[in-house]
């Protein structure tokens, strides 16, 4: 069994940086491509950011592009998302999900292995 766990989250002001992880453990071979989803409130769940096994391909939503920055340690079976510039519509639950494939998808149902979310909350 694979279990995924996400920290980083909390309330900040707009303009403000968080670095959000998510840590694997249990049967971490089973998990190789990675990503970040979000949900808003009264929104449905969205991708946000997905990165291969090796870390070199990445891939993000349109809506994030140029202040979202993930990344993994494998070492560490550790995957971050940098987030600058909060805006009060990145306020939203933050996911991250795994799979066995090399590379990312940007569909919720190719993902097989979630974490529970963090809470991110941007307002002045």
């Known amino acids: 069994q694979v279990t995924l766990v996400e920290s980083g989250g909390g309330l900040v002001q707009p303009g403000a940086s968080l670095r959000l992880s998510c840590v694997v453990s249990g049967r971490t071979d089973s998990v190789a491509a990675m990503a970040w989803f979000r949900q808003a409130p009264g929104k449905e769940r969205e991708f946000v950011s997905g990165?291969?096994?090796?870390?070199?391909?990445?891939d993000y939503a349109g809506s994030v592009k140029g202040r979202f920055f993930i990344s993994r340690d494998n070492a560490k079976n550790t995957m971050y998302l940098q987030i600058d510039v909060l805006k009060p519509a990145d306020t939203a639950v933050y996911y991250c999900a795994g799979h066995a494939r090399d590379y990312p998808s940007q569909s919720e149902q190719d993902y097989r292995t979630w974490g529970k979310g963090t809470l991110v909350t941007v307002s002045s």
């Open positions: 990165i291969s096994q090796d870390g070199r391909y990445t």
